[in-house]
């Protein structure tokens, strides 16, 4: 798999490809936004290491990916909120049949209600979190201003954290599979702390 997403940093579609694929995980998760961000950003340490080898010019400029990962993660998040905001009877359906989405909303509307929103930031690294969080800003009719520029924090978090991996681990390790894989790694463990945290109860209160 890592060959196969490697082999696409040399296109310069690489930009549009992560781009897409960040705002649509809000609502397909299973979409791997996160590998292909580490991917590419790997593949740009790995062409900065390579010594006085001219660099190519489709391999990714770390900065422009860190832009455009964090500014889809916005754009994600609130085509999520809108839907959420208009959903109607249906996705009050959806969420009643849920337990779990039924707390989370509960929880993020107290925590937005009363000024905090690190809720908003942690979610954004847990699996599907992002979903939650989103449709149910909209769906308890949180203003913008509320979540807006929370949003704007997690996706730089995410974003910065996701380059990061990929670029520094494969500086630090000085292979790029080995720096990738590594940063894949990372980046699912920070899901599951991150889920876990979403998950208890402690979890809104800490947030405001």
Do not use: N
């Given at each position: ?7 696409l940093t040399a296109s310069p579609w690489i930009y549009a490809l992560v781009a ?21 950003a790997a593949a740009a340490a790995a062409a900065g290491a390579a010594g006085p ?156």
């Open positions: 798999m890592f060959e196969t997403l490697g082999s897409v694929s960040i705002v649509l995980d809000v609502f397909l998760p299973v979409l791997p936004s996160g590998v292909l961000v580490i991917t590419a080898v001219p660099v190519p010019e489709q391999v990714p400029d770390i900065l422009l990916l860190l832009v455009i990962a964090t500014t889809a993660s916005v754009l994600g998040d609130m085509a999520a909120y809108r839907l959420g905001r208009r959903g109607g009877a249906r996705l009050d359906r959806a969420i009643a049949r849920s337990r779990r989405l039924t707390r989370a909303h509960e929880r993020l509307g107290t925590a937005l209600a009363r000024g905090g929103g690190a809720l908003v930031v942690i979610a954004r690294f847990a699996p599907a979190g992002r979903s939650v969080v989103s449709l149910g800003a909209g769906k308890t009719q949180r203003k913008v201003v509320e979540f807006l520029p929370w949003s704007v924090l997690a996706g730089m978090a995410w974003a910065g954290y996701s380059v990061a991996l990929g670029y520094f681990g494969t500086q630090w390790l000085g292979t790029q599979w080995l720096g990738t894989a590594l940063s894949v790694v990372a980046l699912f463990a920070a899901g599951a702390l991150a889920a876990f945290l979403v998950r208890r109860p402690e979890a809104a209160a800490a947030a405001v």
